[in-house]
């Protein structure tokens, strides 16, 4: 009985053993899931606090769009960040990838501060009034009576209403001076000038200034008529629409020739907003896009869906390195192998904005990092393409390798769907994509310059809503492309479309590119295009040439 006694015992101390063990796993299992729990409630916590602060303001209406900037002190802070995650993980780093401290001298070149002279001189050519005032003791003895000693001249500008001006052609008819004349005897009349829509109301100036006003300064038509109006032109708008249906014909070539000669860009940088289109029942949705061949043109594209199809539209025949933000849409066209895509690091910048909120402490550590890259870019930003690249790898590279090992470690600590899980998943998911502008020195690291172009047609469609059809969103586009093309190239607009109405309906179609903004000021130096320019008598009439005389051709 003692035997059993004992061996009972030991069994029973046996059984306790194992569900000692037992119990210490699912203590072990219960502590990680209370702290995974604590961490989840944490991170709830503070996605409940930033929902009443965006609630607050909602409530206050002070929502708007928020720069992507640090204040001064997160500033500092992100700097010392930076070099403190270079510092401890990055180790055979270059002592060059160590960004400045905000301590530290930098030196400058130097100068000589002009002197402050108050307001600017006003522009030489302006016309000017002048004008002479005497005293009234001068004006009653006259000047004979005085010497004058010298003079205070002033300026100030003053603005005229402005003008239209009808151009009255008159084409005499002549036949010889015989004394019989037959059915056969020859009427002779000059040809009618040209103009670029014919028979129209409407010269190259009057056009020029329509399309200005409602693609540049974003004048609805409907305002645009009462303009007019009150200058003393009853012009309705549905004539107006005529008109730029028609010049939208007659510069297609040139557009056309503008795409043709972007494709041959080695790299191009494309975005993409929505617009309404007006329908009988309820209003559509379609899209414009813009596509930056640098330094040569800046086109807009209209299309009624925002698909791989509007994309081959777009790109056919392009091949090389694009700029664009992760859609889906271009998916097709990287894995075709005909475009190689560069991501932007703006757009993986605004993911950890969005998460400061909620997650201070990694967003700052990210953002000084990215911040750090977008530091060595302005260093370089005028640089020749080599020195550009030589510099990115000796220096951006390491920041970049940094950042990517930073997300490694981050991206099973944090929930999913909130923000930071959200910005780690982009810089993931587009990690090559993001690292190749450290293959082609000309590449840029972000594709702010399409989002600049875009809000061309954002601020737009704020004034006029809505695009009246799909016809009237290509017209749109056609006419913005030449507008922005001239603002990249620094030309007067309304100057430009005037003068290429002149010059269009009898130019070469094989020399169209030589009317695009970037060929333009070199186009005006030619003999043959000043000397039609000089002779159009309706382009005359704009610069006041005709006024107060007859010209007989």
Known sequence: MTDRSAASIVSELAELSTRVDALTVERAALAAERATLAT????????????????RKLELGIVGAQRERLSPGDTQLTMSLLGMLLGDGARGTPATTEPPSAASET??????????????????KLPRVEIELLPPEVQQKGTDAFSRIGEDVTETVERRPASLVVVRVRKPKFVPKERERNAETEVLQAPPPEL?????LAGPGLLADTIVRRWQDHLPLHRLERIYGREGLDLARSTMCG??????????????????DARGAPYLCTDATGVLVQARERCRRGHFWVVIAPERHVLFAYTAKHDGAAVDSLLDGYQGYLVADAHAVFDHLYKRGTLIEVACWAHARRYWFK??????????????????????????????????????????????????????????HVLDETPTAKAIGYALNQRVALQRFLDDGRLPIHNNGSERALRREAIGRK?????????????????????????????????????????????????????????????????DAQQRLDTNIFRRATLGLLDDHRTTK
Request: aromatic letters at 8%; hydrophobic letters at 45%; one cysteine or more.
């Open 196 to 200: 670029p829509i014919d028979r129209a």
């Open 243 to 260: 008109w730029h249906e028609a010049l939208a014909s007659l510069v297609k070539p040139l557009v056309d020739a503008m795409w043709a």
């Open 355 to 412: 998460a400061l909120d909620t997650d201070p402490e990694r967003a700052r550590k990210a953002l000084a990092l990215i911040g750090g890259l977008f530091r060595v870019e302005r260093t370089c930003a005028t640089a020749p393409p080599e020195q550009r690249l030589a510099t990115r790898r000796a220096e951006s590279k390491a920041i970049i390798e940094r950042f990517f090992a930073f997300c490694e470690e981050e991206v099973g």
């Open 463 to 527: 004034n006029w809503i809505f695009v009246g059809s799909d016809d009237a969103g290509a017209v749109n586009a056609a006419f913005v492309s030449l507008l922005a093309s001239c603002q990249l190239h620094g030309i007067e607009p309304w100057s430009y479309l005037r003068d290429l109405f002149c010059l269009l309906p009898s130019w070469s179609v094989r020399r169209v590119l030589e009317l695009a903004p970037v060929n333009w000021k070199q186009t005006l130096e030619n003999q």
């Open 107 to 124: 030196e400058v070149a130097a100068h000589t501060r002009a002197k402050p002279t108050g307001r600017k001189p006003l522009p030489e």
């Open 40 to 55: 989840e409630r944490d991170e709830y916590r503070k996605l409940y606090l930033q929902t009443l602060e965006l609630c």
